[in-house]
Every structure is written in structure tokens, then in C-alpha cells.
């Protein structure tokens, strides 16, 4: 293929025959960084592709060995690029009142450590030892043990929310093999909206690949603090996790502060209906409640950027749903609104491929404007068109869900 060919292309279509080549990286590569790699591939190695039976058993449905390396290239490449927001020849200075060191390196450009530093470690996720993994986690365990460090006025403990992040990252690459596009429409400062489509009928994965795309794709590793429903806030030891690996609350003065905060605010408005969807309304966004999300923009002076996800709506596809299974849930649970419940019959998710898009911001319409009833709405379902619309064209360029 001609290089004026492949320059004609779309990303996705180029990640597609990226894919078919085998071509290592791809998923974090600029579109012309592709059209280069493509252009640098032997032509004779186009016409003797791996067999990909000799290259092991594949273990998971849908996951090939291949996608296993592309897996280790793709946290390499996380690794390093984390590495340079820490200085790892200088310590951190601070000493708690019983005398018990720091020791931590600090943030690059700093005197402080993330721990002990400004407070910004709340919004930008910086590895507090410069790097991801279970060798990082003893100088991780004696400061969550000693208790050396504030958490954040909604919770977050940036120690465990660090181990969760390596934990889900699992998840995300090895598992869902998750691909990301147009992560430069995030904005690397200041507050925005995260409008998503709901799914996964069981546990909120598109809630963690949503915050995971934004720490592990953006230029600047920025957290999203996604909004969950009052069950993951009442739940026993979930609602103490859920708030300390930096969820909040469902609570429009929560949502509120977090803005004035400049924090990202993650939302899946479609709420509860979406999230149990059952499988032949997959990808079909629905109203996105009353556009709160759309006020909140625009009280805050923030952008909203719609986000596509595929995937979510497949891992744990409902083949009924079922109200009178809510109504159990109700009278445990009498403040869940809950209506539907959906019932799936595979208790482990399935390896689907997902791919999450974020489209351009909508940009606020003038410094602190208050939209009334039927501007909530319509911005809402421009939003909702955006989403569908993306959605659409990623499904109809998937060749498979594994």
C-alpha cells in the first residue's frame, strides 16, 4: 500500500491494518507515526504472516500471545514516560512527628514528594516512586501504615489508589486490550465533564477504563473522578474502597466542588437503565437523564467531553432483566433507585476488545450562564447524538469483539 493511500486513511482504519501487520505499539502511536511504521513494513513479512498457532495455546477466548507482548510494550512504554515526573536522586525531606523518614523521591521540578507536596497529587496521578508495579508497593505499605499523609476532602487515598491502578491496569491491557483515541481532547489542566455511555450490567468497568485511559494515555497522567450510584456508596468495605481509589458520590454539591476544584468529573447520565441494558439495546444510548451534567458544565465555565465506549456493554451481556430482583434489591437497599435488575449468564466478564473514543469538548457558552430547562436538555441530546454517532462508526469498522 502506497504511502498516499495510507495518508488518506483514518486513525482507526490505520490501527485496523496496524493490527492485521502485527505492527507492535499501534494502539499508542499518532496517526503518523503509523503511516510511517506502515510504510517501514517489509513487504515480504506482509506475505508470510506468523503463524499465530505456533506461537502458543491461546489460554482466554480472544486473547492471542500477541496481544500478551503488545500488553508488556504498551507498560514499557507507560513506565517510561511515567519515570519523568519523578526525580529520583533527590528524597523528600519530611519526617513525621515521630521521627519516621520520607524517603520517597520527589516530583521532578520540586523539593516534595507527591505525598507531602502541594496537594496536586489529588488531580494528577504521579506514581509516588516514578513507577507502577508490586516492587513499588513496600515503601507504599510502610507510609499506608504509618499513616504519614492526608487524604482528600472526598477520600481519596492516593496510596491505594496508586496499587489499584496497577492492579486494573491488568484489566486494561492485558484483558480488555483497551485501544484509546483522541485522548488530546482531554484538557491537561483545569476542570471538565466526562460524558460517557453506561454499561456492564454487573460491576462498573467503564467506570476504571475511563480513569485508566485518561492516567495511562494522557500526556499528563490526570485522575477522573467518575461519579457512582448510591450502592457503591453503601455497600461494606466497597463504599470505603470505591471513595479512596477517587470515586464520588452521586451528589450535585460533591459534583459541584469537585469542578470548583478543576478536577476531572467523570458521568454516565444515562445512569441506572444503561448500565442494565440488556444485550439487544447494546450501544443504544438513552436519554441522559435530565442534563445535570450539562448545568454543572456550565455553572463551573468547564468544557464537556463526550466520550464512546465499546466494550462495556458486551462483558457481561444481559439476556433478561428482571423487576422483581430489583424490588429485593430496594428493600435491603430502600434509597436505590433501581427499577431493573440484569441478569447475565457468564459470572466472569468476557475478553472483548474495547476501544473508547473522546471526542471534541462542548465548549461552555459564556463565564458562569445558567442554562434553564429546555437548554439542559437540548445541550444533553447534542451530547447523546455526538456519543451515538461515534459509537456507530466504531462498530462499524470492528471486525470482531475479541
Same mark, same amino acid.
Not at 454539591?253 to 467523570?266: I, N, Q, S, T, V
Not at 468547564?302 to 430482583?325: D, F, N, W
Given at each position: 500500500m502506497?504511502?498516499?493511500?495510507?495518508?488518506?486513511?483514518?486513525?482507526?482504519?490505520?490501527?485496523?491494518?496496524?493490527?492485521?501487520?502485527?505492527? @507492535?505499539g499501534? /494502539?499508542?502511536? =499518532?496517526?503518523a507515526?503509523?503511516?510511517?511504521a *506502515? &510504510?517501514?513494513q517489509? %513487504?515480504?513479512?506482509?506475505?508470510?504472516?506468523?503463524?499465530?498457532?505456533?506461537?502458543?495455546a491461546?489460554?482466554i477466548?480472544?486473547i492471542?500471545?500477541?496481544?500478551?507482548?503488545?500488553?508488556?510494550?504498551?507498560?514499557?512504554?507507560?513506565?517510561?514516560?511515567?519515570?519523568?515526573?519523578?526525580?529520583p536522586?533527590?528524597?523528600?525531606?519530611?519526617?513525621?512527628?515521630?521521627?519516621?523518614?520520607c524517603?520517597?523521591?520527589?516530583v521532578?521540578?520540586?523539593?516534595?514528594c507527591?505525598?507531602?507536596?502541594?496537594?496536586?497529587i489529588?488531580?494528577?496521578?504521579?506514581?509516588?516512586?516514578?513507577?507502577?508495579g508490586?516492587?513499588s508497593w513496600?515503601?507504599?505499605w @510502610?507510609?499506608? /501504615?504509618l499513616? =504519614?499523609?492526608d487524604?482528600?476532602?472526598f477520600? *481519596? &487515598?492516593?496510596?491505594? %489508589?496508586?496499587?489499584?491502578?496497577?492492579?486494573l491496569?491488568?484489566?486494561?491491557?492485558d484483558y480488555?486490550r483497551?485501544?484509546?483515541?483522541?485522548?488530546?481532547?482531554v484538557p491537561?489542566?483545569?476542570?471538565?465533564?466526562l460524558?460517557?455511555?453506561?454499561?456492564?450490567?454487573?460491576l462498573?468497568?467503564?467506570?476504571?477504563?475511563?480513569?485508566?485511559?485518561v492516567?495511562?494515555?494522557a500526556?499528563?497522567?490526570?485522575?477522573?473522578?467518575?461519579v457512582?450510584?448510591?450502592?457503591?456508596?453503601?455497600?461494606?468495605?466497597?463504599?470505603?474502597?470505591?471513595?479512596?481509589?477517587?470515586?464520588?458520590?452521586?451528589?450535585?454539591?460533591?459534583?459541584?466542588e469537585?469542578? @470548583?476544584?478543576?478536577?476531572?468529573?467523570?458521568?454516565?447520565?444515562?445512569?441506572?437503565?444503561?448500565f442494565?441494558?440488556?444485550?439487544w439495546?447494546?450501544?443504544?444510548?438513552?436519554?441522559?437523564?435530565?442534563?445535570?451534567?450539562?448545568?454543572?458544565?456550565?455553572?463551573?465555565?468547564?468544557?464537556?467531553?463526550?466520550?464512546?465506549?465499546?466494550?462495556?456493554e458486551?462483558?457481561?451481556?444481559?439476556?433478561?432483566?428482571s423487576?422483581?430482583?430489583?424490588?429485593?434489591v430496594?428493600?435491603?437497599?430502600?434509597?436505590?433507585?433501581?427499577?431493573e435488575?440484569?441478569?447475565?449468564?457468564?459470572?466472569?466478564?468476557?475478553?472483548?476488545?474495547?476501544?473508547?473514543?473522546?471526542?471534541?469538548?462542548?465548549?461552555?457558552?459564556?463565564?458562569?450562564?445558567?442554562?434553564?430547562?429546555l437548554?439542559r436538555?437540548e445541550?444533553?441530546e447534542?451530547?447523546?447524538?455526538?456519543?451515538?454517532?461515534a459509537?456507530?462508526?466504531?462498530?462499524?469498522?470492528?471486525?470482531?469483539?475479541f
Amino acid at each position: 500500500m502506497t504511502h498516499e493511500q495510507l495518508s488518506s486513511m483514518t486513525k482507526s482504519e490505520l490501527i485496523r491494518i496496524a493490527r492485521d501487520c502485527d505492527l @507492535r505499539g499501534r /494502539s499508542s502511536m =499518532t496517526k503518523a507515526e503509523l503511516i510511517s511504521a *506502515l &510504510d517501514e513494513q517489509d %513487504a515480504s513479512e506482509t506475505d508470510e504472516e506468523p503463524d499465530r498457532k505456533r506461537l502458543g495455546a491461546i489460554t482466554i477466548p480472544g486473547i492471542a500471545p500477541e496481544d500478551r507482548a503488545e500488553a508488556r510494550e504498551r507498560r514499557e512504554i507507560l513506565q517510561e514516560r511515567l519515570r519523568e515526573f519523578v526525580d529520583p536522586n533527590r528524597h523528600c525531606e519530611w519526617t513525621s512527628i515521630e521521627g519516621h523518614p520520607c524517603g520517597l523521591p520527589v516530583v521532578a521540578e520540586t523539593e516534595e514528594c507527591g505525598l507531602h507536596g502541594d496537594g496536586a497529587i489529588a488531580d494528577r496521578a504521579i506514581p509516588l516512586t516514578g513507577e507502577l508495579g508490586f516492587g513499588s508497593w513496600p515503601p507504599l505499605w @510502610r507510609h499506608l /501504615s504509618l499513616a =504519614t499523609y492526608d487524604i482528600d476532602s472526598f477520600g *481519596l &487515598d492516593p496510596v491505594i %489508589a496508586e496499587m489499584a491502578w496497577h492492579v486494573l491496569n491488568m484489566l486494561y491491557y492485558d484483558y480488555f486490550r483497551v485501544e484509546v483515541e483522541g485522548i488530546e481532547n482531554v484538557p491537561m489542566e483545569g476542570g471538565a465533564v466526562l460524558v460517557a455511555n453506561h454499561g456492564g450490567a454487573a460491576l462498573p468497568y467503564d467506570g476504571a477504563m475511563l480513569s485508566l485511559a485518561v492516567m495511562n494515555e494522557a500526556a499528563v497522567p490526570r485522575r477522573v473522578r467518575v461519579v457512582g450510584t448510591e450502592i457503591f456508596n453503601m455497600l461494606p468495605g466497597v463504599s470505603h474502597l470505591y471513595r479512596k481509589v477517587g470515586a464520588a458520590y452521586a451528589a450535585r454539591d460533591d459534583a459541584r466542588e469537585l469542578l @470548583r476544584r478543576e478536577h476531572l468529573l467523570g458521568v454516565f447520565p444515562e445512569g441506572e437503565r444503561g448500565f442494565m441494558k440488556p444485550v439487544w439495546e447494546a450501544y443504544q444510548v438513552g436519554r441522559l437523564g435530565r442534563g445535570g451534567f450539562a448545568e454543572l458544565a456550565e455553572e463551573a465555565s468547564v468544557p464537556i467531553v463526550p466520550v464512546a465506549i465499546v466494550g462495556s456493554e458486551e462483558v457481561h451481556p444481559a439476556v433478561m432483566v428482571s423487576r422483581k430482583l430489583a424490588s429485593l434489591v430496594r428493600m435491603f437497599f430502600p434509597e436505590q433507585r433501581v427499577e431493573e435488575i440484569a441478569i447475565a449468564l457468564n459470572p466472569i466478564p468476557l475478553p472483548i476488545r474495547w476501544h473508547i473514543r473522546f471526542l471534541p469538548p462542548v465548549l461552555p457558552s459564556e463565564p458562569h450562564h445558567h442554562l434553564d430547562s429546555l437548554d439542559r436538555l437540548e445541550r444533553a441530546e447534542d451530547v447523546r447524538r455526538m456519543i451515538q454517532s461515534a459509537l456507530d462508526d466504531i462498530l462499524s469498522e470492528r471486525r470482531t469483539a475479541f
